[in-house]
């Protein structure tokens, strides 16, 4: 879905990078791992550490967002740049939260997806293959209701942060040694809040 914005800084497009440097494992020089597993990816939000967040009208989940953007913000026991403000107006929006519906086996807990403009001025939902070669302007990060509804509060809270930090350009982990991070790619994770290991990134990239 395309996002109309009234203002918009403009974001300075890093060009495609020939002959990328891969160490053996496949990880590009300068990704970060975390138990031999990728944890970033090699570009961010352009938009930088101070953005505005938006709820849109009929997600249900008002008091989940705000509470882990407070998780984001505050870590327990660490600090980063990072300030998240609340907006009612979509296009000072640099991350959008939106409620679905979908009792199908392949549809995720939530899913978030990371947007720029194309060389036509059009704002698209980037691929992942694009995210080691440019920025992105916003998020839009989905929840699934289906899922969602049935979590603990705590847990909700988890699924957001983690999508939150998709936007910002953290990846997922699988790797059963990484359970506790706040990236593990499945709902049996541990964490609850941002973890030392996301939070190096984020004051590492901005």
């Not at 570009?43 to 849109?56: C, E, H, L, S």
């Amino acid at each position: 879905m395309s996002k109309q914005r009234s203002r918009i800084k403009r974001v300075a497009v890093a060009a495609a990078v020939a002959g990328l440097l891969v160490f053996a494992s496949g990880t590009p020089a300068g990704a970060v791992t975390v138990n031999g597993e990728r944890i970033d990816w090699l570009k961010k939000m352009a938009t930088g550490q101070n953005i505005g967040y938006w709820i849109a009208p009929g997600n249900e989940y008002t008091t989940s967002i705000p509470n882990a953007v407070q998780k984001i913000m505050y870590p327990s026991g660490m600090s980063n740049p990072m300030v998240l403000w609340k907006t009612t107006v979509n296009s000072n929006s640099n991350m959008d939260f939106y409620q679905y519906y979908s009792s199908s086996s392949t549809e995720p807990v939530a899913k978030t997806t990371s947007h720029r403009k194309n060389a036509s001025g059009n704002y698209y939902a980037m691929p992942v293959s694009e995210k080691d070669t440019y920025n992105w302007v916003y998020a839009e990060v989905r929840l699934n209701d289906y899922h969602m509804d049935g979590l603990t509060n705590t847990k909700r809270e988890a699924v957001i942060v983690h999508e939150m930090l998709h936007g910002y350009g953290l990846r997922d982990l699988y790797n059963n040694a990484n359970r506790a991070s706040i990236m593990f790619g499945s709902i049996s994770g541990t964490a609850t809040g941002l973890t030392s290991d996301a939070n190096s990134i984020l004051n590492a990239k901005y």
